[in-house]
Protein backbone atom coordinates (compact mmCIF):
# COMPACT_ATOMS: atom_id res chain seq x y z
CA UNK A 1 0.00 0.00 0.00
CA UNK A 2 1.27 3.39 -0.98
CA UNK A 3 0.53 6.74 0.54
CA UNK A 4 0.59 10.05 -0.90
CA UNK A 5 1.88 12.71 1.40
CA UNK A 6 -0.68 15.40 1.50
CA UNK A 7 0.65 19.19 2.69
CA UNK A 8 -0.14 19.77 6.34
CA UNK A 9 -4.03 20.13 7.10
CA UNK A 10 -4.68 23.33 7.98
CA UNK A 11 -3.28 26.04 5.53
CA UNK A 12 -2.81 29.30 5.36
CA UNK A 13 -4.50 32.20 3.88
CA UNK A 14 -4.74 35.61 3.23
CA UNK A 15 -0.77 35.72 5.19
CA UNK A 16 1.65 39.01 4.73
CA UNK A 17 5.14 37.64 3.89
CA UNK A 18 8.25 38.76 5.08
CA UNK A 19 11.32 37.46 6.57
CA UNK A 20 12.13 36.99 10.32
CA UNK A 21 15.29 34.98 11.32
CA UNK A 22 15.87 32.38 14.03
CA UNK A 23 17.36 34.20 16.35
CA UNK A 24 13.39 35.68 16.96
CA UNK A 25 12.04 32.45 17.11
CA UNK A 26 11.19 30.24 20.12
CA UNK A 27 11.67 27.05 18.50
CA UNK A 28 10.85 23.51 21.14
CA UNK A 29 12.51 20.88 19.89
CA UNK A 30 10.69 17.74 22.01
CA UNK A 31 9.35 15.22 19.67
CA UNK A 32 5.68 15.44 18.22
CA UNK A 33 3.15 12.78 20.28
CA UNK A 34 3.48 9.25 18.26
CA UNK A 35 6.71 9.84 17.30
CA UNK A 36 8.87 9.10 20.15
CA UNK A 37 9.93 6.06 18.61
CA UNK A 38 10.03 6.59 14.73
CA UNK A 39 12.66 9.40 14.68
CA UNK A 40 15.27 10.44 16.37
CA UNK A 41 15.50 13.68 18.35
CA UNK A 42 18.75 14.84 15.94
CA UNK A 43 16.65 14.11 12.53
CA UNK A 44 13.24 16.08 13.99
CA UNK A 45 15.42 19.11 14.71
CA UNK A 46 17.07 19.06 11.01
CA UNK A 47 13.28 19.01 9.73
CA UNK A 48 11.87 21.36 12.06
CA UNK A 49 15.06 24.23 11.41
CA UNK A 50 15.03 23.12 7.42
CA UNK A 51 11.20 24.17 7.37
CA UNK A 52 11.38 26.77 9.98
CA UNK A 53 13.83 28.66 7.53
CA UNK A 54 11.31 27.94 4.74
CA UNK A 55 8.45 29.57 6.26
CA UNK A 56 10.37 32.59 7.91
CA UNK A 57 11.10 33.43 3.94
CA UNK A 58 7.59 34.19 3.81
CA UNK A 59 5.74 34.58 6.88
CA UNK A 60 6.74 35.97 10.55
CA UNK A 61 7.14 32.55 12.81
CA UNK A 62 5.81 32.63 16.55
CA UNK A 63 7.01 29.98 18.07
CA UNK A 64 7.53 26.16 16.88
CA UNK A 65 6.05 23.53 19.88
CA UNK A 66 5.37 19.66 19.54
CA UNK A 67 5.53 19.73 15.95
CA UNK A 68 3.35 22.48 14.72
CA UNK A 69 4.67 26.49 13.37
CA UNK A 70 2.55 29.21 14.27
CA UNK A 71 2.61 31.76 12.25
CA UNK A 72 1.46 35.36 12.94
CA UNK A 73 -1.81 36.24 10.50
CA UNK A 74 -2.20 40.25 11.22
CA UNK A 75 -3.20 39.55 14.97
CA UNK A 76 -3.85 36.49 15.23
CA UNK A 77 -2.04 33.10 14.77
CA UNK A 78 -2.27 30.40 12.60
CA UNK A 79 -0.86 26.61 12.93
CA UNK A 80 1.03 24.72 10.12
CA UNK A 81 1.23 21.27 11.90
CA UNK A 82 4.55 19.39 10.30
CA UNK A 83 3.19 15.38 11.02
CA UNK A 84 2.75 14.96 7.27
CA UNK A 85 6.14 16.18 6.62
CA UNK A 86 7.81 14.28 9.23
CA UNK A 87 6.30 11.32 8.25
CA UNK A 88 7.30 11.95 4.39
CA UNK A 89 10.99 12.29 5.80
CA UNK A 90 10.56 9.05 7.27
CA UNK A 91 9.68 7.25 4.55
CA UNK A 92 13.20 8.39 3.29
CA UNK A 93 15.97 6.64 4.01
CA UNK A 94 18.31 9.33 2.26
CA UNK A 95 18.56 12.38 4.34
CA UNK A 96 20.19 14.13 1.28
CA UNK A 97 16.70 14.30 -0.23
CA UNK A 98 15.37 15.69 2.79
CA UNK A 99 16.10 19.26 1.68
CA UNK A 100 13.98 18.44 -1.97
CA UNK A 101 10.93 16.50 0.17
CA UNK A 102 10.33 19.94 2.29
CA UNK A 103 10.62 22.10 -0.53
CA UNK A 104 8.09 20.67 -2.36
CA UNK A 105 6.22 20.60 0.73
CA UNK A 106 6.10 23.91 1.57
CA UNK A 107 5.86 24.58 -2.21
CA UNK A 108 2.54 22.93 -2.50
CA UNK A 109 1.51 24.45 0.65
CA UNK A 110 2.17 27.95 -0.97
CA UNK A 111 0.12 26.90 -4.40
CA UNK A 112 -2.76 25.88 -2.64
CA UNK A 113 -2.51 29.59 -0.56
CA UNK A 114 -2.40 30.83 -4.38
CA UNK A 115 -5.74 28.86 -5.41
CA UNK A 116 -7.71 29.41 -2.84
CA UNK A 117 -7.24 33.36 -3.11
CA UNK A 118 -8.91 32.22 -6.70
CA UNK A 119 -11.93 30.87 -5.29
CA UNK A 120 -14.48 33.74 -3.73
CA UNK A 121 -15.90 31.53 -0.98
CA UNK A 122 -19.22 33.54 -0.29
CA UNK A 123 -20.34 32.13 -3.18
CA UNK A 124 -21.82 29.02 -2.24
CA UNK A 125 -22.56 27.91 -6.30
CA UNK A 126 -19.22 29.03 -7.08
CA UNK A 127 -17.29 26.98 -4.15
CA UNK A 128 -19.64 23.53 -4.20
CA UNK A 129 -17.50 21.52 -6.58
CA UNK A 130 -14.45 22.30 -4.43
CA UNK A 131 -16.22 20.99 -1.92
CA UNK A 132 -15.18 17.78 -0.05
CA UNK A 133 -14.83 16.11 4.26
CA UNK A 134 -11.62 14.89 5.81
CA UNK A 135 -11.90 12.64 8.73
CA UNK A 136 -9.20 13.68 12.22
CA UNK A 137 -8.90 12.31 15.16
CA UNK A 138 -10.23 14.53 18.12
CA UNK A 139 -6.29 14.70 19.55
CA UNK A 140 -5.31 16.60 16.48
CA UNK A 141 -8.00 18.20 16.38
CA UNK A 142 -7.34 19.90 19.84
CA UNK A 143 -3.90 20.17 18.90
CA UNK A 144 -4.62 21.93 16.21
CA UNK A 145 -6.38 24.61 17.83
CA UNK A 146 -10.30 23.16 17.88
CA UNK A 147 -13.29 23.34 16.22
CA UNK A 148 -14.52 26.81 16.88
CA UNK A 149 -13.49 28.32 13.32
CA UNK A 150 -14.68 25.22 11.65
CA UNK A 151 -17.47 23.02 10.63
CA UNK A 152 -17.94 19.53 11.51
CA UNK A 153 -20.00 16.69 12.51
CA UNK A 154 -19.32 13.24 14.19
CA UNK A 155 -19.47 10.08 12.06
CA UNK A 156 -16.88 7.47 13.85
CA UNK A 157 -16.68 7.46 17.61
CA UNK A 158 -13.14 9.32 19.18
CA UNK A 159 -13.17 11.81 15.51
CA UNK A 160 -14.21 14.39 13.78
CA UNK A 161 -15.09 14.83 9.97
CA UNK A 162 -14.31 18.35 8.39
CA UNK A 163 -15.67 20.29 5.85
CA UNK A 164 -13.08 20.79 3.57
CA UNK A 165 -11.98 23.00 0.14
CA UNK A 166 -10.22 19.95 -1.64
CA UNK A 167 -7.80 22.79 -3.81
CA UNK A 168 -4.86 21.87 -6.42
CA UNK A 169 -2.45 21.15 -4.19
CA UNK A 170 -3.30 20.72 -0.55
CA UNK A 171 -6.89 20.19 1.89
CA UNK A 172 -7.61 23.44 3.90
CA UNK A 173 -10.74 22.98 6.53
CA UNK A 174 -13.32 25.40 5.60
CA UNK A 175 -13.70 28.62 7.37
CA UNK A 176 -17.01 28.76 9.75
CA UNK A 177 -17.40 32.58 8.46
CA UNK A 178 -18.02 31.59 4.81
CA UNK A 179 -20.24 28.80 5.80
CA UNK A 180 -22.66 31.60 7.68
CA UNK A 181 -22.50 33.26 4.70
CA UNK A 182 -24.39 30.76 2.36
CA UNK A 183 -27.71 29.90 5.10
CA UNK A 184 -27.49 26.25 3.97
CA UNK A 185 -28.00 23.59 6.65
CA UNK A 186 -25.05 21.88 7.47
CA UNK A 187 -26.47 18.97 6.25
CA UNK A 188 -26.63 19.84 2.59
CA UNK A 189 -23.03 21.02 2.56
CA UNK A 190 -22.36 17.49 4.19
CA UNK A 191 -23.85 16.08 1.31
CA UNK A 192 -22.31 18.20 -1.52
CA UNK A 193 -19.40 17.60 0.00
CA UNK A 194 -19.40 13.41 -0.06
CA UNK A 195 -21.41 13.27 -3.44
CA UNK A 196 -17.86 15.04 -5.02
CA UNK A 197 -16.30 12.51 -2.54
CA UNK A 198 -18.11 9.89 -4.27
CA UNK A 199 -16.77 10.69 -7.61
CA UNK A 200 -13.32 9.33 -6.92
CA UNK A 201 -11.73 6.63 -7.90
CA UNK A 202 -10.86 3.64 -5.44
CA UNK A 203 -9.03 0.45 -6.30
CA UNK A 204 -10.62 -2.39 -4.21
CA UNK A 205 -9.17 -5.57 -3.43
CA UNK A 206 -11.07 -8.61 -2.05
CA UNK A 207 -9.33 -11.68 -0.55
CA UNK A 208 -10.82 -14.65 1.63
CA UNK A 209 -7.94 -16.41 4.38
CA UNK A 210 -8.80 -19.28 6.11
CA UNK A 211 -8.55 -18.50 10.04
CA UNK A 212 -9.16 -21.59 12.18
CA UNK A 213 -11.20 -23.86 9.26
CA UNK A 214 -13.03 -20.80 8.17
CA UNK A 215 -12.79 -18.48 5.43
CA UNK A 216 -13.29 -14.93 6.04
CA UNK A 217 -13.81 -12.43 3.35
CA UNK A 218 -11.48 -9.37 3.58
CA UNK A 219 -11.99 -6.39 1.66
CA UNK A 220 -9.84 -3.08 1.21
CA UNK A 221 -10.43 0.16 -0.51
CA UNK A 222 -7.74 2.39 -1.18
CA UNK A 223 -7.05 6.06 -2.57
CA UNK A 224 -4.44 8.33 -0.84
CA UNK A 225 -6.75 11.50 -0.40
CA UNK A 226 -9.99 10.18 0.05
CA UNK A 227 -10.48 6.23 0.99
CA UNK A 228 -11.52 7.29 4.50
CA UNK A 229 -13.80 9.68 3.16
CA UNK A 230 -15.58 7.48 0.87
CA UNK A 231 -17.05 5.22 3.74
CA UNK A 232 -19.14 7.54 4.75
CA UNK A 233 -21.79 6.71 2.69
CA UNK A 234 -20.35 3.17 1.68
CA UNK A 235 -24.04 2.09 1.10
CA UNK A 236 -24.20 4.23 -2.15
CA UNK A 237 -20.55 4.22 -3.01
CA UNK A 238 -19.69 0.46 -2.18
CA UNK A 239 -23.31 -1.74 -1.83
CA UNK A 240 -21.73 -4.80 -2.76
CA UNK A 241 -19.21 -4.34 0.37
CA UNK A 242 -22.07 -4.52 2.51
CA UNK A 243 -23.78 -7.11 4.11
CA UNK A 244 -27.47 -7.45 5.17
CA UNK A 245 -26.34 -7.01 8.42
CA UNK A 246 -24.03 -4.29 7.75
CA UNK A 247 -20.07 -3.87 7.91
CA UNK A 248 -17.14 -4.08 9.96
CA UNK A 249 -15.06 -1.27 8.83
CA UNK A 250 -11.83 -0.08 10.33
CA UNK A 251 -9.96 3.21 8.98
CA UNK A 252 -6.70 3.62 10.48
CA UNK A 253 -5.81 6.51 7.84
CA UNK A 254 -6.82 8.65 5.13
CA UNK A 255 -5.64 6.41 3.01
CA UNK A 256 -6.91 2.53 3.76
CA UNK A 257 -10.29 1.33 4.85
CA UNK A 258 -10.62 -2.54 5.73
CA UNK A 259 -14.42 -4.07 5.36
CA UNK A 260 -15.57 -7.48 6.58
CA UNK A 261 -19.32 -8.39 5.24
CA UNK A 262 -22.51 -9.45 7.70
CA UNK A 263 -25.02 -11.76 7.43
CA UNK A 264 -27.55 -14.37 8.51
CA UNK A 265 -25.54 -16.99 6.92
CA UNK A 266 -21.81 -15.73 8.34
CA UNK A 267 -22.92 -14.07 11.60
CA UNK A 268 -19.16 -14.25 13.27
CA UNK A 269 -16.71 -14.33 10.18
CA UNK A 270 -16.43 -10.04 11.54
CA UNK A 271 -15.06 -11.36 14.99
CA UNK A 272 -12.26 -13.73 13.54
CA UNK A 273 -11.69 -10.42 11.06
CA UNK A 274 -11.51 -8.71 13.66
CA UNK A 275 -9.21 -10.15 15.66
CA UNK A 276 -6.45 -11.41 12.67
CA UNK A 277 -6.34 -7.42 11.10
CA UNK A 278 -5.89 -5.48 13.88
CA UNK A 279 -2.28 -5.49 14.74
CA UNK A 280 -2.25 -4.59 11.15
CA UNK A 281 -4.81 -1.40 11.06
CA UNK A 282 -2.63 -0.38 14.58
CA UNK A 283 0.18 -0.23 12.12
CA UNK A 284 -1.37 1.85 9.38
CA UNK A 285 -2.72 4.01 12.36
CA UNK A 286 0.92 4.54 13.66
CA UNK A 287 2.75 4.62 10.47
CA UNK A 288 0.25 5.48 7.38
CA UNK A 289 -0.29 9.09 6.83
CA UNK A 290 -3.09 11.04 8.19
CA UNK A 291 -4.26 8.70 11.06
CA UNK A 292 -8.02 8.55 11.94
CA UNK A 293 -8.79 5.58 13.94
CA UNK A 294 -7.55 2.58 15.52
CA UNK A 295 -10.80 1.06 16.65
CA UNK A 296 -13.80 -1.27 14.52
CA UNK A 297 -17.00 0.32 13.53
CA UNK A 298 -20.31 -1.65 12.43
CA UNK A 299 -21.71 0.62 9.78
CA UNK A 300 -25.42 -0.44 8.80
CA UNK A 301 -28.29 1.27 7.58
CA UNK A 302 -25.84 4.64 6.67
CA UNK A 303 -24.23 4.84 10.58
CA UNK A 304 -20.87 3.90 12.30
CA UNK A 305 -21.42 2.39 15.83
CA UNK A 306 -18.13 1.73 17.82
CA UNK A 307 -17.26 -1.80 18.56
CA UNK A 308 -15.69 -2.55 22.01
CA UNK A 309 -12.47 -4.41 21.67
CA UNK A 310 -10.05 -5.70 24.16
CA UNK A 311 -7.12 -7.63 24.87
CA UNK A 312 -6.65 -9.60 27.76
CA UNK A 313 -3.82 -10.51 29.97
CA UNK A 314 -3.38 -14.02 27.78
CA UNK A 315 -3.19 -11.67 24.82
CA UNK A 316 -6.39 -13.12 23.43
CA UNK A 317 -8.74 -10.07 21.52
CA UNK A 318 -12.07 -10.39 22.69
CA UNK A 319 -14.57 -8.68 20.45
CA UNK A 320 -18.38 -7.50 21.62
CA UNK A 321 -20.93 -7.31 19.07
CA UNK A 322 -22.78 -3.83 19.54
CA UNK A 323 -26.56 -4.51 20.83
CA UNK A 324 -28.28 -3.54 17.98
CA UNK A 325 -26.22 -6.42 15.65
CA UNK A 326 -26.12 -8.82 19.22
CA UNK A 327 -30.44 -8.18 18.50
CA UNK A 328 -29.92 -8.69 14.23
CA UNK A 329 -28.16 -12.00 15.40
CA UNK A 330 -30.58 -13.40 17.64
CA UNK A 331 -33.62 -12.73 15.61
CA UNK A 332 -34.92 -15.97 13.85
CA UNK A 333 -34.71 -16.26 10.04
Known sequence: MKYLILVAAFTLSGLLAYAQSKADTKIEYSLPPGFDNTISAKDYKTIVDLSVAILSKHYKIDHVEQGTVSV????NTAAVNLDNLVKKCIDETDH???????????????????????????NFDKVKNYLSVRIYPDETIAQRGGLDNFISRTDLEGTKTLLMLDLPQAFTPL?????????????????????????????????????????VEFNFLENEDYGASYILDLSGNAPALVGEWGS?????????????????NKPVEFVKFIQRIKPLIEQSYNQGQGPVSKEFFWYYKGKFTHIVVNTDTAGNINVVAPLGLSVLMTEKK
Open 175 to 215: QKKYFDLWHKSADDVFKAAILNVSKQKMEMLTKSFDISGTQ
Open 248 to 264: VVAVPNKGLVAICKISH
Open 72 to 75: INDK
Open 96 to 122: SKWQAIINDHFASLFNSIEAEKGIDPT
